[in-house]
């Protein structure tokens, strides 16, 4: 695979589907659905950000937004302005290419007093998902590049890496980790509890050495790693927390047939690989699916839709009719969904290759688009499409 800078999007969108191995798949009919409230995207960056994964806020009460970049870079928007400098680059020490890089970017609770953040990366070296620590300089656009290495996980393939990291209302830290790659998890490594990978991690940063374990976390104790949350997941790229709620929204990137959309609960089992969304996958039939946790949504990845981009309920207050939906999107077919009453709607058809969502401190939401370019979501009339349930 080459660095992202040459990647074929096509071959990316390939393995961010799981690899195509059954294309014959029997489908369901696709029926005609509602729409849901009509959006619009305004352009906030077009040019200058090179494939760009995702966009968050540091809490701090500046208004500034930070992109992450695939290379190794994080980089500033600040009143709708690009800044040119980098507010961190690691480039040196991120391998970058079809699903690795710098993947994940999480600002800490308290960052307005203690500068800290916390990046996910794979490692040029070997791979490896890096969990990493760094801290602000004393300017306030420039971060320090000292690294406190909080946990490094091997990855036995280059695709399914996770990368999402997110401090919860609980101030814990959660962290996004993929099956391992390949096709079809061959090492089963989502339902060995004895694995980081295939799961849902949560972790105390600011207690212990590196880390340490909070103490409601279901394996604390015993029965598996402790660092666990929640397990049996394939690939769950982006997750997030509901402002109002605090419950966790995950998007799990299924294998060959299905889209899915988890409520993540303390403990849980999704699934994975005996399931893929609410379908026997191994073995095809006949599956055994006593105390597995059922998905709340789930879509047909039919072309030319191949991959779940998970997104935000929404809670900010420019969009009223969008209030409490939550809003995701599809990398392949630059759709953005919501899920109202249960049912997968088609809100708009972007044309771009929606690699995340984004949110800003007010609630506002975002739109990343994978050739480089930041879109704000707001309200008005919109081209839809009707989607396959």
């Not at 900010?316 to 249960?342: H, K, N, R, W």
Request: hydrophobic share 35%; aromatic share 10%.
């Amino acid at each position: 695979m080459t660095i992202i800078g040459s990647l074929c999007l096509g071959w990316l969108a390939f393995w961010w589907a799981g690899g195509i191995e059954s294309l014959g798949a029997e489908r369901s009919p696709a029926p005609v659905v509602q729409q849901g409230p009509a959006i619009e995207l305004a352009p906030i960056v077009t040019t200058g950000l090179r494939n760009p994964l995702y966009l968050t806020y540091a809490g701090d009460g500046s208004g500034r937004l930070f992109v992450v970049e695939q290379p190794g870079r994080i980089r500033i928007i600040q009143d709708g302005t690009l800044l040119e400098a980098p507010f961190l680059d690691i480039s040196t020490r991120v391998r970058a290419g079809g699903e690795q890089g710098l993947l994940g970017l999480a600002f800490h609770p308290s960052y307005r007093k203690n500068g800290r953040y916390v990046v996910n990366y794979n490692r040029w070296s070997d791979g490896a998902t890096v969990l990493a620590e760094y801290q602000v300089s004393e300017s306030r656009n420039l971060s320090g590049t000292e690294e406190k290495l909080l946990l490094l996980v091997p990855q036995p393939f280059a695709n399914h890496n996770g990368g999402m990291v997110e401090f919860g209302p609980d101030g814990f830290l959660y962290i996004a980790r993929g099956d391992g790659g390949s096709s079809g998890d061959p090492g089963n490594r989502s339902q060995n509890r004895q694995e980081l990978l295939g799961k849902i991690l949560r972790i105390d940063v600011d207690r212990g050495d590196l880390y340490a374990i909070p103490p409601d976390n279901p394996f604390a104790s015993g029965g598996g790693r402790p660092e666990i949350f929640a397990y049996g997941l394939r690939n769950p790229w982006r997750f997030s927390f509901d402002r109002k709620t605090g419950e966790v929204w995950a998007a799990d990137v299924g294998q060959n047939d299905w889209e899915e959309i988890d409520h993540v609960r303390r403990g849980g089992n999704y699934g994975w690989r005996i399931m893929e969304g609410n379908h026997c996958f191994h073995p095809r039939t006949g599956c055994m699916t006593d105390g597995l946790v059922s998905p709340i949504a789930e879509y047909a990845n039919r072309p030319p839709r191949c991959s779940i981009t998970g997104g935000y309920v929404y809670r900010g207050t420019a969009i009223p009719d969008l209030q409490g939906i939550y809003v995701f999107g599809d990398y392949c077919s630059g759709e953005i969904f919501g899920l109202i009453d249960g049912s997968v709607r088609p809100l708009l058809s972007t044309g771009l290759k929606i690699s995340s969502f984004g949110q800003d401190q007010q609630g506002e939401l975002y739109v990343v688009g994978h050739e480089g370019t930041v879109h704000r979501i707001i309200g008005g009339a919109a081209v839809r499409k009707d989607i396959p349930r």
